[in-house]
C-alpha cells in the first residue's frame, strides 16, 4: 500500500485517510475497539504522543514530516500486514486499568474483568472473604491484577503455561508494585502447582474451537494459538479445569470460567452441573460460575 503522506497535512487529514482505508481492507476490529474511526483516531494519538481522550484541540495541527513518516509506517503494518493496535502500541485497556502486551500473549479481552468484585459478590461474598486467589492461564496478569485489587487481602496465584507469556505478566506486575500478592507459575494448568486451596479460580482459558480457529481473520492470527485453540469443541482446556478444581478449591469455594460462544456445548458436556451464567454488557452466556460442591456431585 502506498501512503500519500505527503498529501497528508494535518491530523485530520490522517483520520480521514485511515478511516477510509480501513474501511476499504476491511480490517477485523475487536481488540480494544469495534470500529475504524475509534482505533484510528487512537492509533493517531498515541503514536503523537497526545492526550487518549483530547482529539478535537488538535484535529487541524500539521504534522512535521518526522510525524508522517512514524505514521505511515504505523498503518502500513496495521492495513497491509493486520497487526492489531494493541501489538502496535504495546498496550491494551481493561476499564482503566493498562497493561503491556507483546505477540507473546493474549490481547487482553475478557468478560471477566467486568464481574468483579460486584458481580461475584453474591457467590463470594464481600472482598475481604477472599484470602487465597488463582488466575489460571493468566496470559499477559491482566485478571490476576484485577484480581490483586478487588480483593485486597487476597494472595494471588497466576499460572500459564507459557514462559514467554509469564515474562509479560512478569512486568505488568511489576507496574502495578503487586510482586509482593502476585505469584507467577509456569504450569499445565493445576500440574505443577503446590498444595494450596482458593477461595476463588477464575479462569479465560483457551476456547476457540477448530472449525472457528480455520476461520480467524488475520489480526488474531498474530496472537498466540496456544491461548485460542480449545479443541475440536473448545472444550478441552475447561474439561481438564472441571476435572481438577474441586481439589484446589476451599470448601464452598468458586470456580468463573469464560468460554466465549459455546454455552450449548458446555451445558451438553456437563449436563448434571448447575452453571450459573453470569450477563455481561455485551454477554449473557459467556461466563459460567460453579461452586466447588456442585462440581463434586455434579460428576
Known amino acids: 500500500m502506498t501512503i500519500p503522506a505527503g498529501e497528508l497535512e494535518t491530523l485530520r487529514d490522517w483520520l480521514r485517510w485511515a478511516v477510509s482505508r480501513f474501511g476499504e481492507a476491511r480490517l477485523h476490529f475487536g481488540h480494544g475497539s469495534n470500529e475504524a ?38 498503518f502500513t503494518r496495521r492495513i497491509d500486514e493486520r497487526v492489531p493496535a494493541a501489538y502496535l502500541t504495546h498496550e491494551a485497556w481493561l476499564g482503566d486499568f493498562r497493561f503491556y502486551v ?8 475478557s468478560f471477566i474483568a467486568e464481574l468483579m468484585p460486584g458481580g461475584l459478590a453474591p457467590y463470594v461474598g464481600s472482598a475481604g472473604d477472599v484470602r487465597a486467589a488463582l488466575d489460571m492461564c493468566t496470559g499477559s496478569g491482566c485478571l490476576a491484577i484485577l484480581l490483586a485489587h478487588a480483593y485486597p487481602e487476597a494472595d494471588v496465584d497466576a499460572v500459564d ?4 507469556a509469564l515474562a509479560v505478566a512478569q512486568r505488568n506486575v511489576s507496574d502495578y508494585a503487586l510482586a509482593d500478592r502476585i505469584n507467577l507459575i509456569r504450569s499445565d494448568l493445576f500440574a505443577n502447582l503446590p498444595e494450596k486451596t482458593y477461595d476463588l479460580i477464575i479462569s479465560n482459558p483457551p476456547y476457540v474451537t477448530a472449525t472457528a480457529m480455520e476461520a480467524l481473520p488475520g489480526e488474531y492470527r498474530h496472537e498466540p494459538a496456544l491461548a485460542l485453540a480449545g479443541g475440536d469443541d473448545g472444550l478441552d482446556a475447561v474439561r481438564n479445569i472441571l476435572k481438577q478444581a474441586p481439589q484446589f478449591l476451599n470448601p464452598g469455594g468458586t470456580l468463573v470460567v469464560e468460554l466465549g460462544h459455546n454455552r450449548a456445548a458446555a451445558e451438553q458436556a456437563f449436563p448434571r452441573l448447575p452453571f450459573v451464567w453470569l450477563a455481561t454488557a455485551d454477554s449473557e452466556d459467556g461466563v459460567f460460575l460453579v461452586k466447588r460442591e456442585d462440581i463434586v456431585n455434579g460428576r
Open 37 to 74: 474511526y475509534d482505533e484510528a483516531a487512537y492509533l493517531l494519538l498515541h503514536a503523537l504522543h497526545l492526550p487518549l481522550d483530547r482529539l478535537e484541540p488538535f484535529l487541524d495541527a500539521r504534522l512535521t514530516q518526522a510525524e508522517r513518516a512514524t505514521l505511515g509506517q504505523l
Open 102 to 109: 507483546d505477540e507473546r500473549v493474549l490481547i487482553p479481552r
Open 161 to 164: 503455561i507459557s514462559s514467554a
